[in-house]
């Protein structure tokens, strides 16, 4: 069992960066591939980025990379969004889960944070 809390979020312009957080309970965090996915008003949940249990893999949707980092420490057991140059578009709810294995799919994960709100003003 793992459990997931999101901290981080806020209000941020255009251009500005904001740094999400997830700590994780659980024994088995470190043996889990960590994903964030993100749902705007209206519309579905979509994937994010993901990092593999070890850190050597990482996934990032095309909006997104270059701009956002994804890391974990397992020690801490944490797992954080760097997102830098954002856009009012990355204005949405951002939910941090884990999976058994890599996914950029949301039924790939088992485990999921209530989410934090990131909203980017223009």
């Known amino acids: 069992q793992v459990q997931l809390v999101e901290s981080g ?3 941020v312009q255009a ?6 957080s997830c700590a994780a309970s659980g024994r088995t965090f470190s043996s889990y591939a960590m994903g964030w996915f993100r749902q705007a008003p209206g519309k579905e949940r979509e994937f994010v980025t993901a990092i593999s249990w070890d850190s050597n893999i990482t996934y990032y949707s095309g909006s997104v990379k270059g701009r956002f980092t994804i890391s974990r420490d397992n020690a801490k057991n944490t797992v954080a ?3 830098n140059s954002l856009k009012p578009e990355d ?3 951002y939910y941090c889960a884990g999976a ?3 996914g950029r799919n949301s039924d790939d994960y088992h485990y999921w944070g ?3 709100q990131v909203t980017v003003s223009s």
């Open 9 to 11: 979020g806020g209000l």
């Open 15 to 20: 251009g500005g960066s904001l740094r999400l």
């Open 81 to 83: 969004l760097q997102m």
């Open 91 to 93: 204005t949405a709810v």
């Open 100 to 102: 058994p294995w890599m």
């Open 114 to 116: 209530q989410g934090t």
